[in-house]
């Protein structure tokens, strides 16, 4: 199996994404908007009483 990196910028455009990848030296094979973030967390601990 293929290493694979996922990155998550926030940009104004693709191009920009574009740019900051050229600067860092890094690979831009697919940009692909998110439409939506959601946050996952631990449920939380009951409280001692």
Known sequence: MAEMNLY???????????????????????????ADTVLVRPYPEPAEV
């Open 8 to 34: 998550a910028y926030q940009a104004t455009s693709p191009e920009a994404i574009r740019e900051h990848a050229s600067r860092a030296i890094l690979p831009v094979d697919e940009i692909v908007p998110i």
